[in-house]
């Protein structure tokens, strides 16, 4: 056999290899997926973003966002735990998605919360648990906080919180500021705690 024929032989042997190997891990998520409820595989898969989203002070149990370990192993031993990290995901995600879609000229210097915002679908202007925000408007950023369940918070004592949020940030990621949750979103088109990574 020649040279090139036998490289070309190892190449097609070493792409039929990864494709069995591509193929094998998503019938093993199929089957995984097939066990559980579709509610409940949505938050598996959403729950997954935490270590991106998520500060290290946030990860539903109160401790650094631990998503070593195979999602669906994950969700069968602590069901209650995944739950909790899709909520605070979902929070993220909301918080992020009103602060693509909203012009925040008008707003500067304001304190408002989330359910005045009708430019947003009512869905997504809560937080995970289905409570308004709080949202800061600054020159450079936009505060969000969230209650983090425990109802829906009073923004009109809230300032001195977003504006020490604000200060603190280093990223977009979803951190505590006491009880509650903060995230601290760039007007600037800055990078979000997704692209940050």
């Known amino acids: 056999m020649k040279k090139t024929t036998r490289v070309v032989l190892w ?5 039929l290899i990864i494709a069995g190997f591509i193929w094998w ?29 998520l ?39 909301h918080a992020s998605q009103i602060h693509k879609t909203t ?3 008008a707003s500067n210097g304001k304190m408002l919360g989330s359910d005045t915002l009708t430019n947003v679908p009512s869905e997504s ?8 925000f709080c949202i800061s408007v600054g020159q450079k950023q936009v505060v969000f906080i969230s209650s ?8 009109s004592v809230l300032q001195q919180t977003a504006g020490e ?8 990621r979803l951190t505590r500021a006491g009880k509650l949750l903060v995230t601290v979103q760039s007007r ?10």
């Open 55 to 93: 500060a290290p002070d946030v990860g539903g149990d109160g401790q650094q966002p631990n998503t070593s370990g195979p999602l669906l192993d994950q969700y069968r031993k602590d069901p209650n735990l995944t739950h909790q990290r899709y909520l605070l995901v979902m929070t993220w995600v």
């Open 148 to 155: 983090g369940g425990n109802g829906v918070p009073d923004c």
């Open 188 to 197: 600037s088109g800055g990078t979000t705690a997704l692209e940050a990574h």
């Open 25 to 53: 891990q998503m019938w093993q998520l199929g089957r995984g997926l097939r066990t559980i409820h579709a509610d409940n595989a949505q938050e598996v898969l959403l729950s997954a973003m935490s270590a991106e989203v």
């Open 165 to 172: 949020a604000a200060a603190a940030s280093h990223d977009a």
């Open 103 to 105: 012009d925040w000229s």
């Open 125 to 132: 202007r809560v937080d995970g648990w289905h409570n308004p």
């Open 11 to 15: 190449i097609v042997i070493g792409l």
